[in-house]
T-cell receptor, first 118, second 111 residues
Framework: DTGVSQDPRHKITKRGQNVTFRCDPI?????LYWYRQTLGQGPEFLTY????????KSRLLSDRFSAERPKGSFSTLEIQRTEQGDSAMYLC????????????????FGEGSRLTVL | TQLLEQSPQFLSIQEGENLTVYCNSS?????LQWYRQEPGEGPVLLVT?????EVKKLKRLTFQFGDARKDSSLHITAAQPGDTGLYLC???????????FGTGTRLTIIP
């Protein structure tokens, strides 16, 4: 399987605990994105990387959220001191850089990691 | 404030009927993409439109990009239960490469 994979698929945690999600993108993709989605809504941008560089981080993202892509391959998204409002689906996507080889920025999504904070 | 507003938010119609979903913005997009998402899954790309006024067809689905690149529509002919899902438009704003998603349209086709 050469698609985007995310782990874990589901995570239930108690308020105040830390959680970490992992994303393995399509191997030849240099862009990696994290989005958050609540039920019935469109995905909300969190952050994205080109290779190992974090190019943009949403102003909506509190300091409790941090993402890394240390070797330009897989990425992790950590949420510290979780709150009930963090409950959502966390989606990872990868792509080629916009304009590279005629690419128009199509994203390939993983199946998501669903977080429930009790 | 959402940059991409979709309408309607919810749509439930009988199998065989036609429908149109709209995606509107006050901002210009260099391209527009449409995705479909099923419960528990990530969005899957249906089509990308790039040129203002462009029309693309994917079997019973017709996608159009507005002349001014600020809006798009998705028209489904003779809807089938398999068309059920959350439809999302998305695009990169000029000068910004990240993909911004619309508010979504949840479509239910009743057999």
């Amino acid at each position: 399987d050469t698609g985007v994979s995310q782990d874990p698929r589901h995570k239930i945690t108690k308020r105040g605990q830390n959680v970490t999600f992992r994303c393995d993108p399509i191997s030849e993709h240099n862009r990696l994105y994290w989005y958050r989605q609540t039920l019935g809504q469109g995905p909300e941008f969190l952050t994205y990387f080109q290779n190992e560089a974090q190019l943009e981080k949403s102003r909506l993202l509190s300091d409790r959220f941090s993402a890394e892509r240390p070797k330009g391959s897989f990425s992790t998204l950590e949420i510290q001191r979780t709150e009930q409002g963090d409950s959502a689906m966390y989606l990872c996507a990868s792509s080629l850089a916009y304009g590279l080889a005629g690419n128009t920025g199509e994203l390939f999504f993983g199946e998501g990691s669903r977080l429930t904070v009790l | 404030t959402q940059l991409l507003e979709q309408s309607p938010q919810f749509l439930s119609i009988q199998e065989g009927e036609n429908l149109t979903v709209y995606c509107n913005s006050s901002s210009v997009f260099s391209s527009l993409q449409w995705y479909r998402q099923e419960p528990g899954e990530g969005p899957v790309l249906l089509v990308t439109v790039v040129t203002g006024g462009e029309v693309k067809k994917l079997k019973r689905l017709t996608f159009q990009f507005g002349d001014a690149r600020k809006d798009s529509s998705l028209h489904i002919t003779a809807a089938q239960p398999g068309d059920t899902g959350l439809y999302l438009c998305a695009g990169p704003l000029f000068g910004n490469e990240k993909l911004t998603f619309g508010t979504g349209t949840r479509l239910t086709i009743i057999p």
